[in-house]
T-cell receptor, first 113, second 109 residues
Framework: DVKVTQSSRYLVKRTGEKVFLECVQDMDHENMFWYRQDPGLGLRLIYFSYDVKMKEKGDIPEGYSVSREKKERFSLILESASTNQTSMYLC????????????FGDGTRLSIL | TQLLEQSPQFLSIQEGENLTVYCNSSSVFSSLQWYRQEPGEGPVLLVTVVTGGEVKKLKRLTFQFGDARKDSSLHITAAQPGDTGLYLCRGIAGNQFYFGTGTSLTVIP
């Protein structure tokens, strides 16, 4: 089974802090994704990556950056956290091919105070 | 604007009842997936439908892709408490994909 592991289930940070969310997958998937999930808005794509050192902006990249130095690890960075970034963050990975499913981690619930 | 609208947004029913969840769009998709997300976990793929008009069954769950490949439905027969969760559709069009707004289902024992 594919395992996507997010480093923290719950995280509380303060406004202005630099926040790192880590995601690791163990199935050698090329593609990795970061979403945020908010009630009534569904899953919104922040950034994704098709390969090491490659990144593409999703629908809501503002205020975020990402890093993919190794194939198995995809990090989401909040450069200067703000209260409107309080949310559930989900990482996913998938093999290449449109029909392949995305495999999700269990999420990180981030609160910015 | 949301490309994929799901309805209803919330649904609370008694065990044993039937229900249908809808995923609608004005765009055409090459395929559509349904995921279920249980509390405290990430979404998990249930099914992928590819052909217009296609119907797939997964035990008590029946999935249908619209003839024009713009919409899909999920029907659950005799709902069980274990069906409780957030149901998400995901439409795929070439290299683009979009998640729906989600339907939160609660099945009361």
């Amino acid at each position: 089974d594919v395992k996507v592991t997010q480093s923290s289930r719950y995280l509380v940070k303060r406004t202005g802090e630099k926040v790192f969310l880590e995601c690791v997958q163990d199935m050698d998937h090329e593609n990795m994704f970061w979403y945020r999930q908010d009630p009534g808005l569904g899953l919104r794509l922040i950034y994704f990556s098709y390969d090491v050192k490659m990144k593409e902006k999703g629908d809501i990249p503002e205020g975020y950056s990402v890093s993919r130095e190794k194939k198995e690890r995809f990090s989401l960075i909040l450069e200067s956290a703000s209260t409107n970034q309080t949310s559930m963050y989900l990482c996913a990975s998938k093999q290449g091919g449109s029909y392949q499913p995305q495999h999700f981690g269990d999420g990180t619930r981030l609160s910015i105070l | 604007t949301q490309l994929l609208e799901q309805s209803p947004q919330f649904l609370s029913i008694q065990e044993g009842e039937n229900l249908t969840v809808y995923c609608n769009s004005s765009s055409v998709f090459s395929s559509l997936q349904w995921y279920r997300q249980e509390p405290g976990e990430g979404p998990v793929l249930l099914v992928t439908v590819v052909t217009g008009g296609e119907v797939k069954k997964l035990k008590r769950l029946t999935f249908q892709f619209g003839d024009a490949r713009k919409d899909s439905s999920l029907h659950i027969t005799a709902a069980q408490p274990g069906d409780t969760g957030l149901y998400l559709c995901r439409g795929i069009a070439g290299n683009q994909f979009y998640f729906g707004t989600g339907t939160s289902l609660t099945v009361i024992p």
